[in-house]
């Protein structure tokens, strides 16, 4: 019997032993070395500039305009005695001159302009200073001689006033706006393209 007590306890002194070699955690080992730098990343692609964008048009504040029906201009001539320009319109502007006629637009004066009614006539134009206005007027001419129109061969005129200004000279001509219109590609005998540069309205 105190032998098999004797077993029991060895055994199970064994046993313990060997559960707590199991369980125990093994010494930290050392700290390995420190691995290799990674290889750098290649630059990005710059991307690409941008276009320039084209420069702006100038406004219209230094122009302005006059619209007339005439459509029952009927003689010779025609006179705008209802509205005498101002010595401010006539000397310090360029005064450009547009008439319809038909379907078409022409500046003025001009020579073989197709009317409403089918007739080929001449258009001179006039101003006469007096009391401080100016009256402006049309003639209408064919072959040379004094030509009577019927209502309806013309339908409308128009008067396009810009500002004889520089930033330089404070004065500018009339040939330096023709000048400046004709560099930003505009045929100031194009009523279309005179009306888009200006924004005035057709």
Known sequence: MKTAVTIFRSGLLLLMILFTSCTKEGAQ????????TGLNGANGVDGTDGTNGEDGVDGNANVTSMTFDVSAVSGTFYDLLSYPLTVDQVENNVVLVYIKAGNDWYQLPNQRILTGNLRIIDISTYMSGSGGQYLFGLEFHRNGTPFALASGDLDT?????????????????TNSISQELKDQGVDVSNYFQVMDYFYLEY
Request: net charge negative; charged share 20%.
């Open 157 to 173: 005129l128009k008067l396009v006033f810009i500002e004889e200004t520089s930033s330089t000279s404070g004065k500018s001509t």
């Open 29 to 36: 080992g050392d700290i390995g070395p420190i691995g290799p």
